[in-house]
């Protein structure tokens, strides 16, 4: 089985950067993706890496270590829409295990 | 437009009942899953399928059921055996079945709330 730890909550200012990390517990592990969900709504993809190393997206960036079972999403120069909730999400022989997420506060 | 859609987005039932909740895709994807959300918690896989006529247990199937007969839908069924049903369930779809990193795209959800 596969397990994911991240924080409960992060709070930042508009502008500022901010980093979620997550560490997961798997036997049988291919890669890393991040997806994130307002109040209410369904997740969306942001990311994913299969490899060591960052991978940049605009104002998100991920990153991957395998050999420490640890990732982290980057956000940076934040606005008040990233208010959400994000997951890592380990993708495993089967399907997806998604962490229990990390819930951003963007503060003006 | 492609994308999946579920319907209703809001769902009241009696305890006892057996209710079914719709997923469909026309984005062409051969897989396609159920997950179960809780407030202020992740998603948990019930049910998963790659293929027409094949499904898979996920993590937590007990109380669940589903069929996979044409590949746009993937209709998922709360039984009675299903303890605590009362949650916001999730359907997606991804372009392939297995590994590869592949997104999977969700739909707007339906919140089932059981009294």
């Known amino acids: 089985g596969q397990s994911l730890e991240q924080p409960s909550e992060v709070t930042a200012v508009e502008g500022a950067i901010v980093q979620i990390n997550c560490t997961y517990q798997t036997s049988g592990f291919y890669g890393l993706s991040w997806y994130q969900q307002h109040d209410g709504g369904a997740p969306t993809f942001l990311s994913y890496n299969a490899l060591d190393g960052l991978e940049e997206t605009g104002r998100f960036s991920s990153f991957l270590s395998r050999s420490d079972s640890y990732g982290y999403l980057l956000l940076q120069e934040l606005q008040m829409k990233d208010s959400a909730s994000y997951f890592c999400a380990a993708e495993g022989r089967r399907a997806l295990t998604f962490g229990s997420g990390t819930r951003l506060q963007v503060q003006p | ?115």
């Open chain 2, 1 to 115: 437009d492609g994308g999946i859609t579920q319907s209703p987005k809001y769902l009241f039932r009696k305890e006892g009942q057996n209710v079914t909740l719709s997923c469909e895709q026309n984005l062409n994807h051969d897989a396609m899953y159920w997950y179960r959300q809780d407030p202020g918690q992740g998603l948990r896989l019930i049910y998963y399928s790659q293929i027409v006529n094949d499904f898979q247990k996920g993590d937590i199937a007990e109380g669940y059921s589903v069929s996979r007969e044409k590949k746009e839908s993937f209709p998922l069924t709360v039984t009675s055996a299903q303890k605590n049903p009362t949650a916001f369930y999730l359907c997606a779809s991804s372009g392939s079945p297995g590994v590869g990193g592949y997104e999977q795209y969700f739909g707007p959800g339906t919140r089932l709330t059981v009294t």
